[in-house]
């Protein structure tokens, strides 16, 4: 079965401080995976996006993540954490060739410390 | 603002009663999804349009909701004889057919509480 696992509910950093959000996926075939952010009462926005080639992809605001097939895994990263960061972050997988479901984690909420 | 819209952005409503929402996609999107989003969670799928074809409804749409989109363009969600359960965010989302990647783009969601 399709899953995607966040396995922090929760993280706190300080600001300025480097960031490592961890996603592992379970998909049968080729996943499209994706890194969304949400920040409260607000919808959700695309940080990146992983489809194939370098398996190290780069995304809005500084963020970056990393693809481990071996490892089934998608971990997001940012060297520097702002303030301005603190959201619900979500790790997503879907279906290659017109995939049109995504299958989402149950978030990371993260917490910035001044 | 070209992205996806959604109205109302905010609905209480009484037990029992029905609600409908409505989502606006990109314009030149073809694909539209429906998601539920309860608190503490990630969004789950309802269900996806392509142009005004529903191709594909989770076991969550239970008999109580029905999802349109008429003329592929907007699409509305009906839920009837709401029931407390059904209090969540109900995001809707866009796509474009290019490429075949399921990249999509959220609206800020209506979030439905049920009193």
């Known amino acids: 079965a399709q899953s995607v696992t966040q396995p922090d509910i929760h993280i706190t950093v300080s600001e300025g401080a480097s960031l490592e959000l961890r996603c592992n996926y379970s998909y049968g075939a080729t996943p499209y995976l994706f890194w969304y952010v949400q920040s409260p009462g607000q919808g959700l926005q695309l940080l990146l996006k992983?489809?194939?080639?370098?398996?190290l992809v780069q995304g809005i605001k500084g963020f970056e993540a990393e693809f481990k097939r071996s490892q089934s895994s998608f971990n997001l990263r940012k060297p520097s954490v702002h303030w301005s960061d603190a959201a619900e972050y979500f790790c997503?997988?879907?279906?290659?060739?017109?995939?049109?479901?995504?299958?989402f984690g149950a978030g990371t909420r993260l917490f910035v410390k001044a | 603002d070209t992205g996806v819209s959604q109205d109302p952005r905010h609905k209480i409503t009484k037990r029992g009663q029905n609600v409908t929402f409505r989502c606006d996609p990109i314009s030149e999107h073809n694909r539209l999804y429906w998601y539920r989003q309860t608190l503490g969670q990630g969004p789950e799928f309802l269900t996806y349009?392509?142009?005004?074809?529903?191709?594909?409804k989770s076991r969550l749409l239970s008999d109580r909701f029905s999802a349109e989109r008429p003329k592929g363009s907007f699409s509305t969600l009906e839920i009837q004889r709401t029931e407390q359960g059904d209090s969540a965010m109900y995001l809707c989302?866009?796509?474009?057919?290019?490429?075949?990647?399921?990249?999509?783009?959220f609206g800020p969601g209506t979030r439905l509480t049920v009193t």
């Open positions: 349009f392509q142009n005004e074809a529903q191709l594909e």
């Open positions: 989302a866009s796509s474009s057919p290019s490429g075949g990647a399921s990249e999509q783009y």
């Open positions: 992983y489809f194939s080639g370098d398996t």
């Open positions: 997503a997988v879907g279906a290659v060739g017109g995939g049109f479901k995504t299958i």
